[in-house]
């Protein structure tokens, strides 16, 4: 089992919808959750981060944790075809320090 | 602000040629700093990081080595490049605070030909 899974998509989605990303972690212990967005060909941009369990909403990004059933999501409320990305979840495993890990990311694909 | 320098943005270079990029932090002080590859289609490899001057850890035994000779600079090194060392390769720094956010430089991807 990988540490840190998200569904490689591509996750298509009309303009205007909520798209829905999600990944699960392995290690129970873990306390702090990360998504960044990855253009391609570009570097990583941190855009949510959430240490407690429910929701944190940041603009049109809402990240859900649920640590009980060791899920990360992230909502993206209208998306627009801008939001075209690959969407990476970084989890900080127990014991890892400040090391993050991170799942192999969820192509978004923003439709006209 | 922060800022997270990188260079060069592109290099091709031939097999057992040396490799050296750079990784430098504006605006923080005693950043916590790591080094990743990301190869085509595949997810971020953590390869080195650093918690301070002198102070390296290696994830991933390989013939690449980092080193960091001042606060807010990280090196990357190879003697002798490898076909499978081409990839993007992308500095982060981190302000070393429990949270863990790291944030990433612009990166530098690497074609070994």
């Known amino acids: 089992q990988k540490e840190v899974e998200q569904n490689s998509g591509p996750l298509s989605v009309p303009e205007g919808a909520i798209a829905s990303l999600n990944c699960t972690y392995s290690d129970r212990g873990s306390q702090s959750f990360f998504w960044y967005r990855q253009y391609s060909g570009k570097s990583p941009e941190l855009i949510m981060s959430?240490?407690?369990?429910g929701d944190k909403e940041d603009g049109r990004f809402t990240a859900q944790l649920n640590k009980a059933s060791q899920y990360v999501s992230l909502l993206i409320r209208d998306s627009q075809p801008s939001d075209s990305a690959t969407y990476l979840c970084a989890v900080i495993l127990t014991g890892g320090g400040n090391k993050l890990t991170f799942g192999t990311g969820t192509q978004l694909k923003v439709e006209l | 602000s922060q800022t997270i320098h990188q260079w060069p943005a592109t290099l091709v270079q031939p097999v057992g040629s040396p490799l050296s990029l750079e990784c430098t932090v504006e605006g923080t002080s005693n950043p916590n700093l790591y080094w990743y590859r990301q190869a085509a289609g595949r997810g971020l490899q953590l390869l080195f990081y650093?918690?301070?001057?002198?102070?390296i850890s290696s994830e991933v035994p390989q013939n690449l080595s980092a080193s960091r000779p001042q606060d807010r600079q990280f090196i990357l090194s190879s003697k002798k490049l490898l076909l499978s060392d081409s990839g993007f390769y992308l500095c982060?720094?981190?302000?070393?605070?429990?949270?863990?956010?790291?944030?990433f430089g612009p990166g530098t991807r690497l074609t070994v030909t």
């Open positions: 982060a720094w981190s302000p070393g605070t429990a949270f863990g956010e790291q944030y």
């Open positions: 959430i240490y407690s369990n």
């Open positions: 650093s918690v301070g001057i002198g102070q």
